[in-house]
């Protein structure tokens, strides 16, 4: 019944050691979305795809990059993790863009060493 | 610039008691889409309810009612009979149908705990 997976739900990293968070969807949406979310802060918002096309917020560092290889599967990347990275890193996924609901995963958690 | 306000950082109450939620948004458009999500300590954003601008027509949904009000910009989520599980953060959100470069713009939360 799981509609949006992410893997790990826990991941340890060390200091610029690049890392590589997962997300899949059976809900066969068409926006998949990464969000960042530090301790007692909403969820930031750092990137999206619709479809193959790739959307990145303005503030969003360049260490944070994101892959799209198929509409199931939407990858993050980060390539020199630093300790202000540790974070929950969420997915999500909405059938369209403007005002459709979007649906969670359950989060990774990445700890930087 | 559309902008969600939850002025309550924390709320703390007594199981079986009914607690509300507030949530006021600004926004320039006529239509949008309001939403609550639930974030339990497990991490994952649950979502609860989405309420478009032209329906204000309060829900119920089990314990769960919402009340939209555009007259105030307010879209306030009351907990009837609060229970121990109940207790996580919980998120207003808006998202601009006709204009807006994000998304989904969260207001900052809420943090309920219902105490045994």
């Known amino acids: 019944d799981a509609m949006v997976i992410q893997n790990p739900r826990y991941q340890v990293t060390q200091f610029g050691k690049p890392v590589t968070l997962s997300c899949s969807q059976t809900?066969?949406?068409?926006?998949m979305y990464w969000y960042q979310q530090k301790s007692s802060q909403a969820p930031k918002l750092l990137f999206h795809?619709?479809?193959?096309?790739?959307?990145n917020e303005a503030d969003t560092p360049d260490n944070f990059q994101s892959r799209r290889p198929n509409t199931s599967f939407c990858f993050l990347d980060i390539r020199s993790p630093g300790l202000g990275d540790a974070a929950m890193y969420l997915c999500?996924?909405?059938?369209?863009?403007?005002?459709?609901?979007?649906?969670f995963g359950p989060g990774t958690r990445l700890t930087v060493l | 610039a559309q902008k969600v306000t939850q002025a309550q950082t924390e709320i703390s109450v007594v199981e079986k008691e009914d607690v509300t939620l507030d949530c006021v948004y600004e926004?320039?458009?006529?239509?949008?889409?309001l939403f609550w999500y639930k974030q339990p300590p497990s991490g994952e954003l649950v979502f609860l309810i989405r309420?478009?601008?032209?329906?204000?027509q309060n829900e119920i949904s089990g314990r769960y009612s919402w009340n939209f009000q555009k007259s105030t910009s307010s879209f306030n989520f009351t907990i009837t009979a609060s229970q121990v599980v109940d207790s996580a953060v919980y998120f207003c959100?808006?998202?601009?149908?006709?204009?807006?470069?994000?998304?989904?713009?969260f207001g900052k939360g809420t943090r309920l705990s219902v105490i045994a």
């Open positions: 999500a996924t909405s059938r369209d863009m403007r005002a459709d609901t979007q649906y």
């Open positions: 809900l066969n949406h068409n926006v």
């Open positions: 795809y619709y479809d193959k096309d790739f959307n």
């Open positions: 926004t320039r458009d006529t239509t949008y889409y």
């Open positions: 309420r478009n601008s032209f329906d204000e």
């Open positions: 959100a808006l998202s601009e149908a006709d204009s807006g470069n994000t998304p989904l713009v």
